[in-house]
């Protein structure tokens, strides 16, 4: 898929960008776990998918592989993912802010988009007091609402798969104490 496609070159170009603007990360792993017999099947099938989409940096671990990697869990099978990473994100958007300004790019914000008018040169961006400004492209970047400011554009979001599903992740960080 195009999801996928974007997401192998952006994880590579990522950590180039990263590098060469000194941004901090740690490629830190993560596991993907199943802890019951349901979700040991979606985790056999999400690794295929993956590996099917291109994906090189990943192994299927059993029990005892994943009690190497981290012994504190409890888990029937996982996916590792050794190139998954965290960042200093705070650095990541400040550079970023600062290259695309550098470049032309105008940024508004807080100014809450409430029409997106397709017009002959670009698109016309309706925001909340009423105000309208033309722009060549719009970036999509509303996290929680991008589905809204694609639907505004003129996107079928439940037939271009723009709609968001929700779910709940958990996250731990195991203590060596």
Sequence with gaps: SLKSKLCLNGSKML???????DIQYK???KLVVSTNEEESVKIK???????????VCIELLEQEEIR??????????AIYSKETGIIDVHKLME??????????????????????????N???????DGEEVLSDFVINCAGLYSDC??????????????????CKGDYFKISSR
Excluded: R
Aim: glycine content about 10%.
């Design 15 to 21: 950590y180039e960008y990263c590098n060469k603007y």
């Design 27 to 29: 490629k830190c792993g």
């Design 45 to 55: 099938e999400i690794y295929q998918n993956a590996l099917q989409s291109g994906v």
């Design 68 to 77: 190497a990697v981290e012994p504190g869990i409890f888990a029937l099978n």
């Design 95 to 120: 550079k970023l802010f600062i290259n695309s300004t550098e470049n032309g790019a105008v940024f508004a914000f807080s100014n809450e988009v409430k029409a997106i008018k397709k017009a002959k």
């Design 122 to 128: 670009g698109y016309i961006l309706v925001y909340g």
């Design 149 to 166: 400011i694609a639907k505004m554009a003129g996107f079928d979001i439940d037939k271009s798969g723009y709609k968001l599903a929700f």
